[in-house]
């Protein structure tokens, strides 16, 4: 097996064996995966973020309350906004904290379904490359984490971005943190590529519904705010290409705001765990439709028409409801 790992060829194949996924090719860099929806042709999952803490800060409690979401609304897979591990990501491929804050948490059966997850902030801090490596997929079969790639379900195109290495302060104001910047340099040229390919992949889709995942907010009244980096090079990208809904995590909360511009909604699931009690921003509130400080995750339901989408608490209490369609969007 040593000999074969540092063969591209046997590292497909792998990848495609260790998920039952399919591996296509895609017209852009980004890796696309094929994940089939339900027989009727609808799709739904969970979305979940900043969760990785061994079971505390109610994480243990939210994955229950996952797993009685999952089971009731059947998920077909579970999309995870970043932050995956805490405090400073892995250590390495055989850190412990995954199966102590993955495995061993997200226990239910309507769980052990595929997980996508993008790389969080805190995830740099530690070995990035660690969370993207197969041997966490032999570990935990469920698990597929990378820098930027898309899942092609048919009825929704999910497309995750890499959305750290966009935030400039990391490189010059790391407050003593040290990030894991291998595989990115150099950045600009990393950006670049990434947003081209990303463009062109939006640009190409034919599916009924595009969202797209990063760690960032685009739009926050939370402690983090807007990243201002991704509103002026991300932004007009997904306006420009009919985006409905850009998932993201970083601020510890629960959050629904409306684009000004365009009918992109912005909604923020990054309670996983730790939440950050009575921590908003007394501007920038235009358009914001719903705000909780508290821990919980949400939920996306979509047929050919219309777009489900529910605000959880800890206890599984429906905090808030999207019913969008291609016609219309509305709030509840």
Known sequence: ?????????????????????????????????????????????????????????????????????????????????????????????????????????????????????????????????????????????????????????????????????????????????????????????????LLKDLEMALRESTAKWKIVVGHHAIKSVGHHGATQELISQLLPILQANNIDFYMNGHDHCLEHISDTESPIQFLTSGAGSKAWRGNIKETNRRDLNFFYDGQGFMSVQLTQTDANIEFYDVSGKVLHRIISSKQLHSSM
């Open 1 to 193: 097996m040593a000999c074969l790992s540092g063969n591209p060829m046997f590292m497909v194949l792998l990848f495609t064996i260790s998920f039952g996924l399919l591996v296509l090719h895609a017209s852009a860099e980004l890796q696309r995966f094929s994940h089939t929806p339900k027989p009727d042709g609808s799709l739904s999952f969970l979305v979940l973020g900043d969760w990785g803490r061994r079971g505390e800060f109610n994480q243990s409690e939210v994955a229950f309350q996952m797993g009685e979401v999952g089971q009731k609304l059947d998920i077909d897979f579970v999309v995870s906004t970043g932050d995956n591990f805490y405090d400073n990501g892995l250590t390495s491929e055989h850190d412990t904290a995954f199966e102590e804050s993955f495995t061993k948490i997200y226990t239910a059966k309507s769980l052990q379904k595929q997980w996508y997850s993008v790389l969080g902030n805190h995830d740099y801090r530690g070995d990035a490359e660690a969370q993207l490596s197969p041997v966490l997929r032999e570990i935990d079969s469920r698990w597929l984490c990378l820098r930027s790639f898309i899942v092609d379900a048919e009825l929704a195109e999910i497309f995750f971005v890499d959305t750290t290495p966009f935030v400039q302060e990391y490189f010059t104001e790391s407050e003593g943190h040290k990030y894991d910047w291998l595989g990115i340099n150099p950045p600009k040229s990393y950006i670049v590529n």
